[in-house]
């Protein structure tokens, strides 16, 4: 029998005792998910996160390493025992929600590779996850951040930058990741960029004049000398700037501020849509403008607004009890 292999993976520290056959159905599959599917690193992680943990709680369940063949013969009864081992050590059932979407991909994979087929993982009901509501500041609180972000560096052209960045998610509505995956070759900013987002789809988003400007100010001030190729923001050694630099960012405004905990980079992003929407911006644009691959993940936004308008009849209105 060959000896079980481990997944080894220096972004993974969650291992578990695999047979060869199976070890290498995991490889194909992560690099599946790379080059077809796309998927950044920090997903690729999460996701050999969520397959080493079902498989290490498989391990010890089972008694033994775990196969392709073990896989096949698991049962409905197997798969709930997982979920009730995350549920009482206490995890978040978002967590675990991910998890069994993570290792129902896997089982797709193998299905389609024809390594492995079991109907059991796709009966198996996952826990009920509250819908969360996107968290978007106010525009006095957003436009606060954009014109204060500048004073928290001595640098002249690292404050540009940060202001910059700034500027792209909300005046863009641009995830972290993408703004600082930008490369020097998308300056100088037209009416529109291009963005390539998740699973690596492209979208155009207008850019306002403020935003170009804000880019154009941090080019003109930035010590490198970049080519087409290179990043567009870089950190004070010339690397390409990393999204931990602009949490902290955020993060020191929020003292500066007063702003609320949940005031983060992506809530700039939530903003840009909430206040379109609040605008009077059509729902479908408003979706293709984030680059959502459901219109249902846009609709959250009209939550947002809905309690934005309830919180204003209640601090109004005389006849509400509430006040």
Request: net charge positive; with cysteine; proline share 6%.
């Amino acid at each position: 029998m060959a000896a079980p292999a481990r997944l080894s993976d220096p972004l993974d520290p969650a291992t578990a005792p695999v047979d060869a056959q199976l070890s290498g159905a995991i490889a194909d599959w992560r690099q599946w998910l790379t080059a077809e599917k796309r998927v950044s690193p920090h997903t690729l992680a999460a996701y050999g996160r969520d397959l080493g943990g079902f498989l290490g709680f498989l391990a010890g369940h089972l008694g033994e390493s775990v196969s392709l063949a073990g896989l096949t013969a698991l049962t409905p009864t197997d798969f709930r025992a997982w979920l009730a081992r995350r549920a009482l050590a206490g995890l978040e059932k978002s967590s675990t929600a991910r998890a069994l979407s993570t290792v129902r991909g896997f089982f797709r994979f193998l299905d389609r590779r024809s390594l492995a087929a079991n109907a059991a993982v796709a009966a198996v009901r996952g826990p009920r996850v509250p819908r969360s509501v996107p968290k978007a500041l106010t525009v006095d609180e957003a436009m606060d951040a954009l014109e204060s972000v500048g004073e928290l560096s001595d640098e002249p052209w690292v404050a540009a930058r940060d202001a910059a960045v700034l500027a792209l998610l909300y005046g863009c509505g641009l995830r972290v990741g993408e703004a600082l995956g930008l490369d020097r070759r998308a300056v100088p900013l037209g009416d529109t960029v291009t963005i390539t987002g998740k699973g690596g789809k492209a979208r155009m988003v207008p850019v306002l004049p403020a935003v170009r400007r804000a880019v154009d100010d941090y080019v003109a001030q930035c010590p490198y000398r970049l080519g087409p190729d290179d990043p567009l923001f870089v950190g004070v050694r010339g690397g390409r700037l990393g999204a931990r630099r602009v949490q902290q960012a955020i993060q020191t405004l929020r003292g500066w501020l007063g702003l609320p905990e949940t005031a983060t980079p992506h809530a700039l992003r939530h903003s840009f849509a909430t206040h379109l929407l609040a605008g009077g911006g059509d729902l479908r644009a408003i979706q293709e403008l984030l680059g959502h691959a459901s219109l249902s993940t846009t609709q959250r936004y009209t939550e947002v607004d809905a309690a934005r308008l309830l919180d204003v009849h209640r601090a109004a209105h005389p006849r509400d009890r509430r006040r």
